[in-house]
């Protein structure tokens, strides 16, 4: 209610207090970070931390942004005929802008290196099929302007903006990088980088490529909390495909393939051609077959959309990505699944999807190095990936292909924490214990891999297993007939 008070810690209350009091200018990011902190050598995202804080108790627009300087307290009654502002009609796909960063070095001159910088990360962004990127041509029009970043959404047509500093301390940088909701001021994704002026190129792809691998999973996240939220009866065939995307990335259970099958259905019957739909139910396919909430077969009967997508010639990396897995893992065509992971590499290759889709389809050829490189190409440019034990578990059956079985346990250890429900990861890690002489273990796990899974026999494994190479195939059935999996 107005005119009652709320609670705010005292280093928001501090930032307020500096900002009112220099209400009639801009304060850089860099004076804020002195001012408010003391000297304190501390991270541009604590003062981010503060200003989203306030934003929550003043409202979105109450502190203004200043692309590339700071913030200015733009609080007071609104004036009496402000006019509506009108911008573009955002796009179906998600949409973003890049902003200019500040330069907190204390070197104006070092302006040309912090924009080129950001034009590199947009044009990197703007590689991303899925997501929509405005041109930094009209995004550094802002740049030294007071404006409120719903006012930048709406005049750019963008739901997301991207923004950020860099900071400099001898020849040490660090770069702070955060995304926001354009409307809500909401911090959805931060991170910071830092690297040494004689390695700048070095540290500008590695800037790129992981902001490009961390957004393009939190705006599918991101799109679907927006799309869950609305009215059942004003969804459309996009809004059902977000939502179906979290389900589909990590199938664990037989309730929420069911799911997630029935929302793309009803996409796929309001757009019958809808590419991304039939490739996230060629995904749920193929996550639900390998954590056996579905039988092989049943996984199989999305071959037909998998083949239909390529055949189409689709250049989008995700649908590329899934449908390619699917014609490896389910249809037995590895050939045909490698031809389409090689070009949505190179469509998009800093996709953690794409990297781990080819990770797994190189262990089942028997390219052992080249499933781990990509594995580990995962891992390095997004370690916070939500679906990290699936890749986790990809990287663990490539050591046991090269016969590692101690390194092989390890990881499928970590992959089946963080995924239980991946029957495949189960399977893998109970041969695995037993090669790697630890028959206990083995038996305790296979033991209860057969309960769960009383179908998936030695026979079945035989029948069923997408891995070519016979001498991996004998030795993953030599370590589960050690440890008591059922023949069939």
Same mark, same amino acid.
């Given at each position: ?20 009091? *220099? ?52 609080? &007071? ?12 009609? +955002? ?42 990127? =405005? ?39 660090? =770069? ?7 409307? #809500? ?40 909390? /927006? ?35 029935? =929302?793309?259905? /009803? ?17 749920? *396919? ?12 049943? &996984? ?12 189409? *010639? ?5 649908? +590329?990505?899934?449908?390619? *897995? ?39 050829? @028997? ?21 990290? @034990?699936?890749?986790?578990? &990809? ?14 346990? #390890? ?32 038996? /305790?796990? =296979?033991?209860?891999?057969? /309960? ?31 440890? &008591?999996?059922?023949?069939?």
């Amino acid at each position: 209610m107005a005119g009652e008070p709320v609670p705010l810690g005292a280093r928001a209350f501090d930032v307020l207090a500096h900002l009112n009091a *220099h209400a009639d200018r801009v304060v850089t990011k860099q004076e804020l970070l002195e001012k408010v902190w003391g000297g304190l050598a501390v991270e541009e995202g604590n003062l981010t931390v503060q200003i989203s804080a306030l934003r929550k108790v003043l409202g979105a627009k109450a502190i203004a942004t200043v692309p590339g300087v700071g913030y200015k307290l733009a609080t &007071g009654p609104e004036p009496a005929h402000r006019p509506v502002q009108e911008g573009p009609p +955002l796009p179906e796909k998600p949409s973003l802008a890049v902003l200019p960063f500040a330069n907190l070095t204390g070197r104006p001159d070092q302006d040309y290196l912090i924009d080129g910088i950001v034009a590199d990360l947009a044009s990197a962004l703007n590689r991303v099929s899925g997501i929509f990127v =405005i041109s930094t041509t009209s995004s550094f029009a802002y740049k030294g302007r007071v404006v409120s970043l719903a006012e930048v959404g709406v005049s750019l047509g963008v739901r997301y903006i991207l923004e950020g500093s860099i900071q400099q301390a001898g020849e040490t940088l660090r =770069i702070t990088v955060q995304l926001t909701e354009a409307e #809500s001021g909401r911090n959805i994704w931060s991170d910071r980088f830092t690297g040494t002026t004689a390695d700048i190129f070095d540290l500008q792809d590695v800037i790129s490529e992981k902001t490009v691998a961390a957004i393009e999973p939190s705006l599918l996240f991101e799109e679907s909390r /927006r799309a869950r939220a609305k009215p059942t009866a004003s969804l459309q065939a996009y809004d059902l495909t977000l939502q179906a995307a979290p389900l589909v990335l990590r199938v664990s259970s037989l309730a929420d393939f069911r799911e997630a099958d029935e =929302i793309l259905d /009803r996409a796929l019957a309001l757009d019958p051609d809808y590419a991304l739909a039939k490739a996230l139910k060629v995904r749920a *396919h193929v996550m639900a077959a390998g954590s056996r909430a579905i039988s092989h077969a049943e &996984g199989a009967a999305a071959l037909p959309v998998a083949r239909d997508l390529l055949d189409a *010639h689709q250049s989008d990396p995700l649908v +590329l990505a899934y449908a390619g *897995h699917m014609m490896a893992y389910l249809g037995d065509e590895p050939e045909m699944g490698i031809h389409a992971l090689e070009t949505a590499k190179s469509l998009n290759p800093n996709s953690v999807l794409v990297r781990v889709s080819s990770g797994w389809i190189n262990a089942y050829v @028997g390219r052992y190095a080249e499933a781990i490189a990509d594995f580990e190409h995962a891992y390095r440019i997004n370690p916070l990936d939500p679906n990290l @034990g699936h890749c986790r578990s &990809g990287h663990g059956f490539s050591l046991f292909g090269l016969g590692d079985y101690a390194g092989a346990v #390890s990881l499928l250890e970590k992959a089946l924490a963080d995924d239980p429900g991946f029957g495949t990861t189960e399977q893998a890690l109970g041969a695995a214990y037993e090669l790697a002489g630890r028959p206990v273990e083995a038996q /305790r796990v =296979i033991a209860r891999y057969a /309960r769960t899974y009383p179908s998936n026999t030695i026979a079945y494994y035989l029948r069923t297993t997408p891995f070519r190479q016979e001498d991996f195939r004998m030795r993953m059935v030599a370590g589960l007939r050690a440890a &008591g999996l059922p023949e069939g």
